[in-house]
DNA sequence: CCTAAAACCGATCGTCAATCGGCTTTTGTA
DNA sequence: TACAAAAGCCGATTGACGATCGGTTTTAGG
């Protein structure tokens, strides 16, 4: 999934946990980068149809909002790069996840610890 | 960094380990899809640039290998996801890698798990 | 120096994001 | 119900970039 530079900024837009029309996102972007309503509706209209934006009309407008929040696009994206470079996704990223690792503060790496941790008790508890 | 089907294919085939000339290459890749010899050194020339091939003449031609090691080169991609979609990278990546988790077998987490173990060991090794 | 082999250059094609003008559809209202 | 504004949708264009390959230049080795 390789998103252009517009795409991104209003993913993150929407990350925020807001709801809006094409409008109030031209509002908010036209100050930093110009460009017209127009260009923002179809880059809506692509991240809608990439799964990325969910939208629902209200009155005159679609009221866009993510369809999958961060954490979950992340995932995927980082799934993706097991897909494309690894026959054996699984332990293929674990290694390279560790090798990225190399880059995080002690804390981080703690913190990691402690969601791995986590998810093992969740795991074992709806295995029983 | 976004690379095209056969930047990805060809990236595979040297991550075997192997060093290899563009006719070499050519000779694997084209029985599999065809094409010509100066597609493939085209794109050999693509990831030399793009810093992902090494290569060193020897008599008349380059002889290519990896520039790193997949497990590197994932690495890399995971920190530019980190780069591209979050303000805090560290942490967010690490979030998502949780919920990346979820895919995981529990052997599979218990590997993640011992590596990084590993990596603090050799951490606190190092800070010694 | 000459020649074959390899590298390099440049053009073309296909895909896709960004951009935007203009046409169509929808909706709220008079 | 008819109409005007608002919003959506379509199509064309531009700019990147990978894939492809023909043709020219460079180079290594005899």
Chains 1, 2 share one sequence.
């Not at 703690?110 to 795991?123: F, G, H, T």
């Amino acid at each position: 999934m390789q998103l252009g530079e517009l795409e991104k900024q209003v993913l993150q837009y929407f990350w925020k946990g807001r709801t809006a029309d094409a409008k109030s996102v031209y509002a908010h972007f036209e100050k930093q980068r110009g460009g017209t309503l127009n260009t923002i509706q179809s880059t809506l209209d692509r991240l809608f149809k990439k799964g990325l934006l969910s939208r629902e009309k209200q009155g005159h407008a679609f009221q866009y909002s993510a369809a999958m929040d961060r954490q979950a696009f992340i995932a995927k994206l980082i799934e993706e790069i097991g897909e494309d470079y690894s026959a054996d996704p699984g332990s293929t990223l674990i290694a390279a996840f560790s090798t990225f690792s190399e880059k995080l503060s002690d804390d981080q790496v703690s913190a990691l610890e402690k969601l791995i941790e986590a998810r093992r008790a969740a795991d074992s508890k709806s295995s029983c």
